[in-house]
């Protein structure tokens, strides 16, 4: 935890350094800082579609800049930043109706599947897209963003016990669904 300490005291001084103005290029570090992951969940929530991602993370960067004065630093900046991503996503999908796009399943079904590793992960997708949209949104935050319950259910605006809920839930349904995968008893898994 003492690299996420001092990652947190990174992005509250860049922050602090914006919020003054006396460092322009405050800002477009916590933007580079941060970029990558919120653009992997963007894509992980609009399941694939990178320039919807990509347009939706700079709606996130342009509205985070505005609202810079309101981060209270009561969560990690990167954790502020999540929530005002899944707000645009939200809001977006409202306007756009990305929730009925089934595109995904489509693709994965066209990927050849030349590796175990593939297959897998081949697997865990199509087990994904089983669980429902909140079990989906919660474990993605979770367990693909690296977020803590209190995180998640920070950036959701979601009470804790639902997102531990949904958690518990949406991994047993997934080891239920990806048994296959687990080397039964005695037996030593294959490389």
């Known amino acids: 935890m003492a690299d996420g300490d ?3 005291r990174i992005d509250r ?11 322009p290029r405050a800002f477009e570090q916590l933007l580079r800082r941060h970029q990558g992951m919120v653009r992997a969940q963007l894509r992980r929530l609009l399941r694939g579609d990178i320039a919807a991602a990509d347009d939706l993370a700079q709606e996130t960067f342009l509205l985070a800049w505005r609202k810079l004065d309101q981060f209270r ?11 005002i991503a ?10 756009r109706s ?3 796009d089934d595109d995904g399943d489509e693709a994965a079904e066209h990927v050849p599947a030349a590796m175990p590793a593939v297959d897998l992960q081949m697997d865990v997708e199509r ?63 294959t490389p």
Do not use: I
Not at 18 to 23: C, E, H, M, Q, S
Not at 73 to 80: K, N, Y
Not at 87 to 94: E, G, I
């Open 86 to 95: 899944y707000a645009c996503f939200l809001q977006a999908r409202r306007k």
């Open 98 to 100: 990305w929730a009925d």
């Open 127 to 189: 087990a994904m897209q089983r669980l429902s949209a909140a079990e989906q949104t919660v474990l993605l935050h979770c367990v693909q963003l690296g977020l803590s319950h209190d995180e998640t259910s920070y950036v959701l605006a979601m009470p804790l016990g639902t997102v531990k809920s949904h958690a518990t839930r949406g991994k047993a349904k997934l080891n239920a669904m990806l048994a296959a995968w687990h080397p039964r008893a005695g037996e030593e898994k």
């Open 73 to 83: 630093g009561e969560a990690r900046f990167s954790t502020w930043l999540y929530r």
């Open 6 to 8: 001092a990652e947190a």
């Open 13 to 23: 001084a860049l922050v602090a350094r914006a919020r003054v103005g006396d460092d």
